[in-house]
């Protein structure tokens, strides 16, 4: 299993970024599929998480409105459209995968960095 982000990189507040996760070595169509951000001294919180057929999403209220999850079975990615980005957003975003609809194991990618300053 591999999942490997990219798309990370220093933006200015109310701009807009798009990190994508390129995933292998398992069945990417029967995975659910996270991000998650974790900012420098607090715990690793989700922000936005899609089912296997991306048919049903949900956020994390301090991104709903702003953040968009989608993926792409036959590309075997999953992106994040990241807009209106503020200070706060300031973080490692992290790729996550649960495998077999959500009751099999879950595997992370390494992150990447999102900075949000002026």
């Known amino acids: 299993v591999q999942l490997v982000e990219s798309g990370g990189a220093l933006v200015q507040p109310g701009g807009s970024l798009r990190l994508s996760c390129a995933a292998s070595g398992f069945t990417f169509s029967r995975s659910y599929m996270s991000w998650y951000r974790q900012a420098p001294g607090k715990e690793r919180e989700l922000v936005a998480h899609?089912?296997?057929?991306?048919?049903?999403?949900n956020y994390a209220d301090s991104v709903k409105g702003r953040f968009t999850i989608s993926r792409d079975n036959a590309k075997n990615t999953v992106s994040l459209q990241m807009n209106s980005l503020k200070p706060g957003d300031t973080a490692v975003y992290y790729c996550?995968?649960?495998?077999?609809?959500?009751?099999?194991?879950?595997?992370w990618g390494q992150g990447t960095q999102v900075t949000v300053s002026s």
């Open positions: 996550k995968a649960v495998l077999n609809v959500g009751s099999g194991p879950s595997y």
């Open positions: 899609i089912t296997s057929g991306g048919g049903l999403t």
